[in-house]
């Protein structure tokens, strides 16, 4: 769950972490009033969870308590490439003297968290990473030794840092990787980290990326991810509800599978025979009839959908009890799109007669319930 | 599980102490289960919550090898887990796995086992169903399976492509390998890698599913998620044709892509 700036910096404040002063406004006037308490000039952010944020106008300056009302009212109208702006972020304009990077992510292979940092920050810390090497400074974490304030101290000095800056940004480290646990996020990073002119460090952006899998240990952000306040739409928040995995794409044939690789791999089979994804949906293992309905139902609530392919290869996934879901959805939700299905595994020839008696086709290969579906959405026949 | 000829021979669950399930006797805890049966090996079903508890009871009580058929564990649990699992010298299969299985030898896992035929392709993968997909292409081509991995669906898992390539390299029933792998993270470039430098003395034949996938999206699986440019399955499917492994464009393809090489 990926957190809003603001939300990361009020973590970052509690914990003691330096951000520029600032305050979070809904609407034009509450923005007056965050000015008001600060000195110009201003940042106004628009709060969404997108990339390129800056670069899609979402960044703006003003230098007075009535520039900054109009500009936050400008955002708030405004969406960022595609998003609503519902909140903007309005902060004290810093004094920079050097950007740098302090982040906290994943190495998969070692299994293990890492400290990124660098002295070059405000920029993609990837590119760095991969044109200009060794400008980046790693530090594996070892979970039986953890991460200890020498080691944040170290990595200060190792970023060109000497006298009272040595600790003070050491600090700051540190208490980015205790954030880091205590949120158990998947990424926590500062960029960029801003040395001022006047030698004092501040978080000047974050961004904090939460385990979904964690979660259920964080319940006051996973009820703003059920409230709908999280970078999911409406339907994506549903299907999490409902322990289905849905993301929605741009193209028109949708689709239902059992098993995320399996459905990955079915839009991209569709995908070769030229045709174009709707979404992604896994339903999982097991599902019983009513789970399958509703996958059905949020497919279709995409009204681009042109055909639908269903594609189910069955362990403990019984196929009669997914033919009971598709009629099931038929009656109660309509279904008045073409219908794909591909069956295959436990209980298959239940889930066969099932649907041919209700007058649906079944395949069994998957290749050819693919090719048979993008044929249908480019021609829309039956 | 039994039925396939797995030796179970306890089973763990705190509070059902003393019942039978199967005929199989059940402890309240792992360390009563050990003292009586000793038991190498451990399947774990416990709900993602509690199942880091559970890997490391295992752990803690002697289990070597650990399959963790458990999926939404969170990251950091899964880290402490295979910390201590190195520390305790045992193998951890998963989490977010179907398991392994040996066909018409051994299972320890959730797959339909008449997907499954005894031959020499060793199968090691990310996936759960794509992975019988395959499997049943494989049998259908009468190329039976030495033993197939499932490394998981997570981001931290206890076994990577590169383990499963060196212990099916040192199997003498495997004489080809099938790879199948997905997008996010860096596990099947690291392989190509390994392919490459070591001079991989077996054919690999691999399947990326994700290709269709948008950047910044999970696509179900909490590993599966391209993160700015690093990733994607063009990453990986270049990476792995480059060290000379085949690389299928469909599911089914990987039968007729290890049948050539086999007959050659």
């Known amino acids: 769950m990926k957190l809003f700036e603001y939300e990361a910096k009020n973590i970052l404040t509690k914990y003691g972490v330096p951000v520029p002063q600032g305050g979070l406004a809904s609407d034009p006037h509450q923005s007056r009033e965050v000015a008001a308490r600060l000195k110009m000039p201003v940042a106004v952010k628009a709060q969404v969870l997108v990339a390129g944020r800056g670069k899609a106008g979402g960044i703006l300056f003003a230098s007075s308590v009535e520039e900054t009302e109009r500009t936050a009212e400008k955002l708030l109208n405004m969406q960022i490439k595609g998003i609503p702006v519902k909140n903007v972020w309005v902060e004290e304009k810093i004094q920079v003297k050097r950007e740098l990077y302090f982040g906290l992510t994943i190495d998969r292979f070692r299994q293990q968290y890492v400290a990124i940092a660098s002295g070059v920050?405000?920029?993609?810390?990837?590119?760095?990473?991969?044109?200009?090497?060794?400008?980046?400074?790693?530090?594996?974490?070892?979970?039986?030794?953890?991460?200890?304030?020498?080691?944040?101290?170290?990595?200060?000095?190792?970023?060109?840092?000497?006298?009272?800056?040595?600790?003070?940004?050491?600090?700051?480290?540190?208490?980015?990787?205790?954030?880091?646990?205590?949120?158990?996020?998947?990424?926590?990073?500062?960029?960029?980290?801003?040395?001022?002119?006047?030698?004092?460090?501040?978080?000047?952006?974050?961004?904090?990326?939460?385990?979904?899998?964690?979660?259920?240990?964080?319940?006051?952000?996973?009820?703003?991810?059920?409230?709908?306040?999280?970078?999911?739409?409406?339907?994506?928040?549903?299907?999490?509800?409902?322990?289905?995995?849905?993301?929605?794409?741009?193209?028109?044939?949708?689709?239902?599978?059992?098993?995320?690789?399996?459905?990955?791999a079915t839009l991209d089979t569709i995908q070769y025979y030229g045709g174009k994804p709707a979404n992604f949906l896994d339903v999982g293992g097991g599902a019983p009839s009513e789970k399958t309905a509703l996958a059905l139902k949020i497919v279709l609530s995409d009204a681009k959908v042109r055909v639908l392919f269903i594609n189910i290869l069955g362990g403990i996934t019984r196929c009669d009890e997914v033919a009971k879901g598709i009629l099931e959805a038929k009656e109660k939700v309509g279904v008045t799109k073409p219908l794909v299905i591909r069956l295959m595994g436990t209980n298959e020839e239940e889930g066969k007669r099932i649907l041919t008696e209700a007058g649906i086709d079944v395949l069994e290969s998957m290749e050819e319930a693919a090719q048979r579906t993008v044929e249908i959405s480019k021609t829309g026949g039956a | 599980m039994l039925e396939y000829g797995t030796k179970i021979v306890a089973g763990v669950t705190p509070g059902k102490g003393g019942t039978r399930v199967e005929d199989v006797a059940v402890y309240d805890a792992g360390e009563e289960a050990q003292e009586k049966h000793h038991a190498d090996a451990s399947i774990i079903f416990v709900p993602a919550p509690f199942a880091a508890d559970a890997a490391l009871e295992a752990l803690e009580n002697g289990i070597k090898t650990l399959v963790i058929i458990t999926e939404h564990i969170p990251i950091k649990d899964a880290i402490n887990v295979m910390a201590y699992a190195k520390q305790a010298n045992a193998t951890v299969i998963g989490p977010n796995t179907p398991g392994i299985i040996s066909p018409e030898a051994c299972k320890l896992g959730i797959m339909p086992s008449h997907i499954f035929k005894s031959g020499s392709v060793g199968m090691v993968s990310r996936s759960g169903t794509l992975t019988y997909e395959i499997a049943a292409g494989l049998t259908r081509k009468r190329l039976?399976?030495?033993?197939?991995?499932?490394?998981?669906?997570?981001?931290?898992?206890?076994?990577?492509?590169?383990?499963?390539?060196?212990?099916?390299?040192?199997?003498?029933?495997?004489?080809?390998?099938?790879?199948?792998?997905?997008?996010?993270?860096?596990?099947?470039?690291?392989?190509?890698?390994?392919?490459?430098?070591?001079?991989?003395?077996?054919?690999?034949?691999?399947?990326?599913?994700?290709r269709s996938a948008p950047p910044g999206k999970r696509m179900g699986h909490a590993g599966a998620i391209v993160m700015g440019k690093a990733g994607t399955a063009e990453n990986k499917i270049d990476a792995l044709r480059n060290a000379g492994v085949k690389v299928a464009e469909k599911p089914s393809d990987v039968a007729e892509l290890l049948a050539k090489l086999i007959t050659a």
Do not use: W
């Not at chain 2, 212990?167 to 392919?195: P, R």
């Open chain 2, 144 to 210: 039976g399976q030495s033993t197939c991995l499932g490394l998981g669906g997570d981001p931290i898992t206890g076994l990577n492509f590169i383990d499963a390539l060196k212990m099916f390299e040192t199997d003498s029933q495997t004489k080809a390998v099938v790879l199948i792998g997905e997008i996010g993270g860096n596990l099947e470039e690291l392989a190509a890698k390994y392919i490459s430098e070591e001079a991989y003395p077996k054919p690999v034949v691999a399947f990326i599913a994700g």
């Open chain 1, 121 to 264: 920050g405000g920029m993609d810390i990837e590119e760095v990473a991969s044109k200009t090497p060794e400008r980046v400074i790693a530090t594996p974490i070892n979970p039986d030794f953890g991460f200890h304030p020498f080691q944040a101290r170290q990595i200060a000095k190792r970023m060109g840092y000497s006298g009272t800056q040595i600790s003070e940004l050491g600090r700051i480290i540190e208490k980015l990787y205790l954030v880091g646990m205590d949120y158990d996020t998947e990424l926590i990073e500062m960029n960029p980290l801003v040395e001022t002119s006047d030698g004092k460090f501040l978080a000047a952006d974050a961004r904090m990326i939460i385990d979904d899998n964690a979660l259920f240990r964080h319940q006051e952000y996973r009820k703003k991810l059920l409230e709908g306040e999280s970078e999911l739409s409406p339907q994506e928040v549903e299907a999490v509800k409902n322990d289905l995995a849905y993301v929605k794409l741009e193209g028109n044939i949708g689709v239902i599978g059992n098993g995320a690789g399996l459905v990955m």
